[in-house]
């Protein structure tokens, strides 16, 4: 052979790495996974914490607007309660200054009386009747506290008398009107409706003390009356103060024993203003609704004059405009009834002077007021007839006969015109030639 050259051979080895790869992109797979695990949780974590912020933040703003709205609420609320208090005291400020101006017919007007003599309408009296306890001189002490803006007022916490003693007080005297206190009525004694009567009529005045027996609740009170009393010495109002809670109002015990009160009452004219005390020991609506209805029905006062009334009290002595509110309505319609029952005195007054008239034992001055209201067109002066009526007085001719009898000598007290008619008024009686 020739040559004498080597011959070289080569060899590959193979070496299968595929399982390494396979592990090596394995393992590459799974750190991405990872990563990407990591950056879901990461970017889940920032997206509930974004959340959880913004709802942080919708929650303080919503805690904030709802703090504002409440804010602006409450101080909407502060602003019409001050400006309801406002129209209030505004309120309570004029019906005081018309209370202390109130003159006779202001509430129902002065035309209303035209014809009724009222010369003798110097004054109206109120009378403030209740049982004892029934807080009718708190009543009293709360009117003069609302009337005069005092802390305390002047009515006694109970009855200053001896056992068994009505002591007739005037409060408020500085205006037109005045209450007037009747201690102690409505205690179940047979013979109060003629006390009752008495005072109503004026024959028991201011100062008077009433003695009731307490050994004979059927004998008659001891008291000196005084048989000429003025009518402005009569009461012309009532106000009946009722306690709420009060066991013979509930069980109709009270409205039998009222009624020749109100039978009484409805002769006269007279109104009653019902003022309801102790509200507050009424436990539901339905309770007070009923306590109304039926102090209406025991004192004859309409629904419309029945009152519920908080008063001054020692435990409740603090100013209240409310209440006050309620005492100037209670004294609106007392001043109201008040007006109206003298028109209806006055009215029957002249029925029974015109029966009267024609009689020679007539009181003089029915008889000149008579023809006044007959001679419209005369124009007699209402001063003029007081100066006419004044003179023939002093000279003791005091009705038609006498009048007729001493003609001659008092003709001279009356002007002219008035002179003219009377004279007339005689001769066409045949009562002078």
């Not at 068994?164 to 013979?191: H, K, S």
């Not at 009356?225 to 106000?239: D, E, K, M, Q, V």
Request: charged fraction near 35%; include cysteine; hydrophobic fraction near 30%.
């Amino acid at each position: 052979m020739g040559g004498g050259g080597s011959s070289h051979e080569t060899h590959y080895t193979y070496v299968d790495d595929t399982a390494i790869e396979r592990e090596r992109a394995r393992q590459r797979e799974l750190e991405r996974l990872e990563q990407e695990r990591r950056q879901r949780e990461h970017e889940e974590r920032h997206r509930i914490e974004e959340e959880r912020r913004k709802e942080e933040e919708t929650k303080r703003a919503e805690y904030e607007r709802q703090r504002k709205l409440e804010k602006a609420q409450e101080e909407e609320r502060r602003r019409k309660e001050e400006e309801k208090r406002m129209r209030l005291e505004k309120e309570l400020c004029l019906r005081r200054h018309e209370l202390f101006n109130y003159k006779f017919g202001n509430k129902t007007g002065l035309d209303s009386f035209g014809g009724l003599e009222l010369d003798d309408v110097t004054q109206l009296r109120i009378g403030v009747f209740g049982a004892t306890g029934s807080g009718k001189s708190c009543f009293i002490n709360t009117c003069e506290r609302t009337v005069r803006q005092t802390e305390k007022g002047s009515a006694p916490d109970s009855s200053t008398g001896q056992e068994g003693t009505i002591t007739l007080q005037d409060y408020l005297p500085e205006l037109f009107f005045r209450l007037v206190d009747t201690r102690g009525f409505f205690n179940y004694n047979a013979n109060e409706i003629v006390e009752f009567q008495n005072i109503l009529h004026g024959k028991i005045q201011p100062g008077d003390n009433v003695i009731r027996s307490p050994e004979d609740r059927g004998s008659a009170a001891s008291v000196n009356l005084h048989p000429c009393s003025t009518f402005a010495n009569r009461l012309h109002g009532i106000i009946i103060v009722v306690m709420a809670n009060d066991p013979r109002l509930r069980k109709g015990t009270l409205e039998k024993y009222l009624s020749p009160f109100r039978e009484f009452l409805c002769k006269t004219g007279l109104a009653p203003i019902t003022a309801v005390t102790h509200r507050d020991k009424l436990n539901s609506q339905e309770e007070c609704d009923n306590a109304l209805h039926q102090a209406s029905k025991a004192t004859g006062s309409s629904s419309d004059h029945t009152f519920f009334v908080h008063n001054y009290t020692r435990d409740n002595s603090k100013r209240n405009p409310e209440t006050e509110r309620m005492i100037f309505d209670i004294l609106h319609c007392a001043l109201l009834t008040a007006e109206k029952a003298v028109k209806v005195m006055k009215q029957r007054k002249m029925e029974e002077d015109a029966k009267a008239v024609n009689s020679v034992e007539a009181p003089v001055e029915v008889f000149l007021r008579h023809l006044q209201n007959e001679h419209k067109g005369n124009h007699w002066s209402t001063s003029s007839l007081k100066e006419v009526l004044n003179k023939l007085t002093k000279d003791d001719v005091t009705n038609v006969r006498l009048l007729v009898m001493c003609w001659s000598d008092v003709q001279a007290h009356f002007p002219l015109g008035m002179k003219k008619t009377v004279e007339k008024e005689l001769r066409s009686r045949n009562m002078i030639d």
